[in-house]
């Protein structure tokens, strides 16, 4: 079960508040991998930190009783000042259940992650992509029944693309995943049902198909029609 209960976010700006969501509900589909979609500024990365606990909403709540992942995206929420290794063993000490599955996980996240010397250097000196990178091989180290991806397969050259694909369609078939991405071929590969964010709504489509194609449709500049 995941759901959305009268759930409104809002920011303040100098012209008042700007809502993301009001009063939003809505029950996402049981045993499904679900593609979130919808225009920039729509509210997908919100939703994403709302439902994996690190941002609060102003009113309502999420319902679930499933386990949900981090946030995996480029820039990951990791300590600045510390290296790759001490921010992944730190979250491997949280999850695992002794030293030895610690080591393991965090040599798992070095090796998945590729990206040599810089696993020992201060993360705030790491690209975005690198950061994707760790974040997303540290998901990957554990198992949970949802992974919140944010444009995280955006990491790295194709090659590297290719295999955290592999990676996911590994464990999607353990798990679901809740995926961000403007990629029509990520979202068509991974997802089984496409939801897309409008004026604060959420729109539910069973075919992925049916779902690209609105989406696909909401990106075309709309024509002006002359006198």
């Known amino acids: ?60 709540h999420v319902r679930t009783d ?19 290794r001490d921010n992944v063993r730190f979250v491997c000490r949280l999850f695992s259940a002794s030293p ?27 690209s975005s992509g690198m950061r994707g990178r760790v974040t997303f091989g540290l998901s990957l180290a554990f198992e949970f029944d949802y992974y919140l991806i944010d444009e995280g397969m955006a990491a790295g050259d194709p090659i590297f693309r290719k295999k955290a694909q592999a990676a996911f369609e590994q464990h999607v078939s353990k798990g679901k995943l809740i995926l961000v991405s403007h990629n ?24 992925v198909k049916e779902g690209l194609e609105i989406y696909q449709n909401m990106q075309r500049p709309t024509k002006i029609e002359g006198p």
């Open 1 to 60: 079960m995941l759901e959305l209960v009268n759930l409104t976010k809002y920011y303040p700006t100098p012209l008042g508040r700007h809502y993301v969501f009001r009063n939003l509900n809505f029950h996402f589909p049981e045993d499904a991998s679900i593609g979130l979609m919808g225009r920039n500024g729509a509210g997908k990365s919100t939703l994403m930190r709302i439902i994996a606990g690190v941002e609060v909403p102003d009113q309502g």
């Open 66 to 84: 499933k386990t949900m992942s981090w946030r995996v995206g480029l820039g990951g929420g990791f300590q600045g000042t510390l290296s790759s």
């Open 100 to 126: 030895e599955e610690t080591r393991a996980k965090v040599r798992y996240v070095e090796e998945f992650a590729e990206i040599g010397k810089f696993f020992d250097m201060p993360m705030k000196s790491l």
């Open 184 to 207: 029509p071929k990520d979202i068509q590969n991974l997802c089984d049902v496409v939801v897309i964010l409008e004026n604060g709504q959420a729109t539910l489509y069973n075919d």
